[in-house]
């Protein structure tokens, strides 16, 4: 048995961008690179550039429809969004994605493997919450879920967009997908580890940090009162007004999101060493919601040096690049 091969494409709305500008680039000096994938997997956004894929969609395809139809989507934005209110109407996007996929494509369908993480705000088999990776692979449960489905539950960020059929964004626990991916091809695929090789691509370094002060903080405001002037509301883990570029306007939500991709990078890498490679390109603090946001990290793209993936592929994925 060969290498089994995995692509993974991280969460991060319009950032999302920049993962599928990496992947052009890749695929017109290794055209071979799509085709000799066994797996691909992808968090909110990313979910959408996976299933793309694994339907048979070509990267440039896939990156057209992107800048064409979803990222108009989030181009109407709703007042007091994202703190006070769902910022995104959500109807653009959903709108979008059923568009491009087939209303009868359903996940056993699709041409390759997927794995998309979604979170079930409850289950009535388990009678709580749950964490949910859709998947193609035999035997599973979420044959017939359509494509479309998955990528909405998928992509409903709180405080951002509604949730979809009882699932919000996947985003909350798995940011990056590496590491649940790696497991489903073990435990479903029954890939032995020594066999396996992914490439995560990212969408975006951002420098976020939070050097304050934080004794004391609540959900809401310090001491839980409500402050007549919005000025007024002190720092806090929900929302932080006054937070400077390099600071989390919504430190508990994203620090969730960023500490799960954290965590998913350094499991994958303990677990494949070599055989693992994260291309995540450093970017500034950005909005994911804005549409402004694509062109730099699309420039970013441009000029990232793709020198240490090339090889990576390479040796992996067995794809030379032209002489």
Same mark, same amino acid.
């Given at each position: 048995?060969?290498?089994?091969?995995?692509?993974?494409?991280?969460?991060?709305?319009?950032?999302?961008?920049? !993962?599928? +500008?990496?992947?052009?680039?890749?695929?017109?000096?290794?055209?071979?690179?799509? #085709?000799?994938?066994?797996?691909?997997?992808? @968090?909110? =956004?990313?979910? %959408?550039?996976?299933?793309?894929?694994?339907?048979? *969609?070509?990267?440039?395809?896939?990156? *057209?429809?992107?800048?064409?139809?979803?990222?108009?989507?989030?181009?109407?934005?709703?007042?007091?969004?994202?703190?006070?209110? #769902?910022?995104? $109407?959500?109807?653009?996007? =959903?709108?979008?994605? /059923?568009? %491009?996929?087939?209303?009868?494509? *359903?996940?056993?369908?699709?041409? /390759? /493997?997927?794995?998309?993480?979604?979170? +079930?705000?409850?289950? /009535?088999?388990?009678?709580?919450?749950?964490?949910?990776?859709?998947?193609?692979?035999?035997?599973?449960?979420?044959?017939?879920?359509?494509?479309?489905?998955?990528?909405?539950?998928?992509?409903?960020?709180?405080?951002? #967009?509604?949730?979809? +059929?009882?699932?919000?964004?996947?985003?909350?626990?798995?940011?990056?997908?590496?590491?649940?991916?790696?497991? &489903?091809?073990?435990?479903?695929?029954?890939?032995?580890?020594? #066999?396996?090789?992914? &490439?995560?691509?990212? @969408?975006?370094?951002?420098?976020? *940090?939070?050097?304050?002060?934080?004794?004391?903080?609540?959900?809401?405001?310090?001491?839980?009162?409500?402050?007549?002037?919005?000025?007024?509301?002190? $720092?806090?883990?929900?929302?932080?007004?006054?937070?400077?570029?390099?600071?989390?306007?919504?430190?508990?939500? +994203?620090?969730?999101?960023?500490?799960? !991709?954290?965590?998913?990078?350094? =499991?994958?890498?303990?677990?494949?060493?070599?055989?693992?490679?994260?291309?995540?390109?450093?970017? $500034?603090?950005?909005?994911?919601?804005?549409?402004?946001?694509?062109?730099?990290?699309?420039?970013?793209?441009?000029?990232?040096?793709?020198? $240490?993936?090339?090889?990576?592929?390479?040796?992996?994925?067995?794809?030379?690049?032209?002489?």
């Amino acid at each position: 048995m060969g290498k089994y091969r995995i692509i993974t494409f991280d969460g991060g709305g319009t950032l999302g961008a920049l !993962s599928l +500008q990496l992947l052009n680039r890749l695929t017109k000096i290794t055209p071979q690179l799509v #085709q000799k994938t066994d797996l691909f997997s992808g @968090t909110s =956004i990313g979910s %959408f550039t996976a299933l793309s894929l694994a339907s048979g *969609r070509s990267p440039k395809e896939t990156f *057209r429809f992107f800048k064409e139809e979803i990222l108009p989507a989030f181009g109407v934005s709703r007042p007091g969004g994202p703190v006070f209110n #769902q910022q995104l $109407p959500y109807s653009g996007f =959903i709108k979008a994605v /059923r568009e %491009f996929f087939p209303s009868d494509l *359903r996940l056993k369908d699709l041409n /390759r /493997r997927v794995v998309v993480p979604a979170f +079930q705000l409850y289950s /009535r088999e388990l009678d709580r919450w749950n964490t949910v990776l859709f998947h193609n692979f035999p035997g599973s449960p979420h044959l017939n879920e359509k494509a479309s489905d998955v990528i909405l539950r998928s992509s409903g960020a709180p405080a951002t #967009q509604r949730a979809y +059929q009882n699932y919000v964004d996947g985003y909350i626990f798995a940011a990056n997908p590496s590491a649940d991916s790696i497991s &489903l091809a073990v435990g479903k695929a029954c890939v032995p580890l020594e #066999q396996i090789a992914a &490439l995560s691509i990212g @969408t975006g370094e951002a420098p976020t *940090r939070l050097k304050r002060d934080t004794r004391g903080w609540g959900m809401v405001s310090a001491d839980n009162i409500r402050p007549e002037n919005l000025e007024d509301l002190p $720092p806090n883990w929900g929302v932080l007004l006054d937070h400077a570029t390099d600071e989390p306007l919504l430190p508990f939500l +994203q620090v969730t999101g960023s500490s799960a !991709s954290y965590n998913a990078t350094m =499991i994958s890498g303990n677990l494949l060493g070599k055989r693992f490679f994260r291309l995540n390109p450093s970017i $500034p603090s950005l909005s994911l919601t804005d549409p402004a946001s694509a062109p730099i990290v699309i420039e970013i793209a441009n000029e990232t040096n793709l020198k $240490p993936v090339l090889q990576f592929v390479e040796k992996n994925w067995g794809c030379s690049q032209p002489k």
